[in-house]
């Protein structure tokens, strides 16, 4: 049974707050890593793909790094605002023929 | 924007009765999902399709059935409701489009809007 595990499970910031979180996920046959975001009541929507050890991903405030050999990868927010409120999944995909497993999010609140 | 719709968005319904919910893309994706979403369980995989009539278990598949007998449509059968059931159901396609391998798109998913079904 492959475990994407987030941490931490929800967090709560005010307005203009950095904050990171983390995604951890099975180190073998790592074949890419997937950032979702998701606002309440909608879809989940996809930031970034990664799948190279190192990748730096960015759009906008949100940034993401990779770190495959140890299996963590971290999602950043710069100056959170409360448009970021949202759940942010991740997801491992092993093999190229897989199919994604999901981590059960981290769920951020951003108080203006 | 994939083109994804699902229905129907809400419905209720009774412990035993069947209930078939069906998404539908217009961009002839060849690779299509079902995911059910629980508090405390993230999203998780039922069944999956990588073309017309060729489909797979995910993770849990159990009392559900699928069909794909088009490109466009993907139906979820559950074959006799329980309350454990009552969920949120997503339909996803991944990248890329038609004639092209899933291992180039590293299977990046667009969702559709979500059904939510309950059983009494």
Known sequence: ILNVEQSPQSLHVQEGDSTNFTCSFPSSNFYALHWYRWETAKSPEALFVMTLNGDEKKKGRISATLNTKEGYSYLYIKGSQPEDSATYLCAFLRGSQGNLIFGKGTKLSVKP | DAGITQSPRH??????????????QTENH?????????PGHGLRLIHYSYGVKDTDKGEVSDGYSVSRSKTEDFLLTLESATS??????FCAISLPGP????SKSYNE????????????
């Open chain 2, 109 to 120: 998913q667009f969702f559709g809007p979500g059904t939510r079904l309950t059983v009494l």
């Open chain 2, 99 to 102: 004639g092209l391998a899933l």
């Open chain 2, 11 to 24: 419905k209720v319904t009774e412990t035993g009765t069947p209930v078939t919910l069906r998404c539908h």
């Open chain 2, 30 to 38: 060849r690779y299509m999902y079902w995911y059910r979403q629980d």
């Open chain 2, 84 to 89: 454990s059931q009552t969920s949120v159901y």
